[in-house]
């Protein structure tokens, strides 16, 4: 069964970092772009950032550049988010998500438009507080 697995979630004051972190189990994210969403209440889901199944092209939404970093270690079967510099609006439910695109050209596309509706696989969500 192909399942994404989301941690490191939980309650930090501004300024704080947290890592999340995306396992999966009954596949290999070998051949997957990986994108993270959020989605804080009353609020629709954004995204984050994504990667590219090699890692060579990612993507970062304007309010989170130059303060979360995405990455993955393929042998590890992981992607993460290095969250620094959290703020109160960053709150939210944290989503990862899979897409297997085998098309270098369609998945650059793909990681540039950070599309939810472009991605089949979703793990279940980690929190994520920021608060003092």
């Known amino acids: 069964q192909l399942q994404l697995v989301e941690s490191g979630g939980g309650l930090v004051q501004p300024g704080g970092s947290l890592r999340l972190s995306c396992a999966a189990s009954?596949?290999?994210?070998?051949?997957?772009?990986i994108g993270w969403f959020r989605q804080a209440p009353g609020k629709e889901r954004e995204g984050v950032s994504c990667?590219?199944?090699?890692?060579?092209?990612?993507n970062y939404a304007d309010s989170v550049k130059g303060r979360f970093t995405i990455s993955r270690d393929n042998a590890k079967n992981t992607v993460y988010l290095q969250m620094n510099s959290l703020k109160p609006e960053d709150t939210a439910v944290y989503y990862c998500?899979?897409?297997?695109?085998?098309?270098?050209?369609?998945?650059?596309?793909?990681?540039?438009?950070?599309?939810?509706?472009?991605?089949?696989?979703w793990g279940q969500g980690t929190q994520v507080t920021v608060s003092s």
């Open positions: 998500a899979a897409v297997d695109l085998r098309n270098p050209s369609l998945e650059i596309t793909v990681v540039a438009a950070l599309r939810a509706y472009e991605y089949d696989y």
């Open positions: 009954g596949f290999t994210l070998d051949y997957y772009a």
């Open positions: 990667i590219s199944s090699s890692g060579g092209s990612t």
